[in-house]
């Protein structure tokens, strides 16, 4: 018989630790290789961690909702003798792609990118992501140590800072004693003052009709980026209008016979993802990050495309590498995210490396939307509903009115390096060449 050691897997870029959510097997269950045995959830997508081994589940080293480091072993199996050298040979493997040292250095860079300066060192062990709330939440390290744990060794967990915040802390922005500014009114001679300022929880009054619902995980994580991205970056918003008629026309065209011969529906989705990408090629100073003082110009376009799920929340997965897709490979590539959404069946690599997202607002009716951008990206584009509507159509005859197709795309960036030009010269691309489709074109 041999030990084999079950490890949390490296999930993607920046992520460093995981929360354990449910056991699929208890001790003295048989596991059978590749088969789930633990669900997990990080702050970007739940996901499940598979056996490596066959064997008999002997141990398990963390509870639900206690929270895991990336490479740390979360559960122990006893394997047969006839897949010793098999197993020891997937260990040594698995011991080389996530050696200790990487764990270490993934985990240093991510709390050095993520972490700010009021969460400064401490005696006490805190996690990435426990000192990425603290920094949302304006809890300093004074602050956070107060927090008393409940996780091993009296380590404050994700739950624990969450349900700290919720019990109505007060949040004290620093206090600046009175000094004299360096722009000073001169004429006045007088001192600009800023005092403390305490941000209170105010009770919400609930009676006998209310009802009070628990935000999901989910839901809670998604509030918190949505109020980090607007704090971060300063958002701005471009709107175009554009005519989808020959689109349409050809959609209709050919949507029957594209169906029979790829076995996929064709949507409009795949068709504006195709030239999102070719703008982006167009302006590349779109697909950029930003990080401290310094812009990262990514190399890949990588196109998040926003996605409801069952439970009413997004969840963003990555088209990979969008510009070196065809027509057709677009809509296997948007129809496969969109399903395994719909389905719970993402990877946390189809949630990673986007470098711009899209979402479609007109699919719930909107014309168009102001969307907030999904950060550490600087730009989002949403796309509104495809109307009817009259519009004036110019000839060498004359103009006359005629009926088309038309929608608006709403551009959020982030103006702190994106230009008013840019942001609109962006969308100004993807409208020429939407409205240059050839309506006799073959996919």
Partial sequence: MSRFEIKLPKMGESVAEATITSWLKNVGDSVELDEAIVEIATDKVDSEVPSEVEGILIEKLFEVDEVVKVGGTIAVIETLEDTIVDTDIKFIRKEEEVSAETIEKEINEAVEKKVLSNVSDS??????????????????????????????????????????????????????EEQNMQFQPKELGQKVIRKEVKKTTVPISVNGDDEIIEMSRMGKLVAQHMVASVQTSAHVQSFIEVDVTNIVNWRN??????????????????IF?????????????????????????????????????ADGNLIVPVIKNADQLNLVGMVKAVNDLANKARNGKLNPDDIQGGTYTVTNVGGFGSVFGTPIINQPQVAILALGAVRKVPAVIETPEGDFIGIRHKMFLSHSYDHRVVNGALGGMFIKAIKEDLEAWDINKKY
Wanted: hydrophobic share 45%.
């Fill in 273 to 309: 993802m195709q030239s999102v990408a070719k703008a982006i090629k167009q302006f590349p100073m779109i697909n950029i990050a930003v990080e401290d003082d310094k812009i990262i110009k990514r190399k890949a376009i990588n196109l998040g495309m926003a996605a409801a799920l």
């Fill in 123 to 176: 005696e006490k062990f805190f996690s990435p992501l426990v000192k990425n709330i603290a920094v949302t939440e304006g809890i300093s390290m004074a602050e956070l140590e107060t927090i008393v744990g409940t996780g091993r060794d009296e380590r404050v967990t994700k739950n624990d800072i969450l349900a700290y915040i919720e019990s109505g802390r007060e949040s004290v922005q620093p206090v600046i």
């Fill in 253 to 270: 065209k050919v949507k029957e016979a594209f169906l029979n011969r790829e076995g996929e529906n064709m949507t409009y989705t795949p």
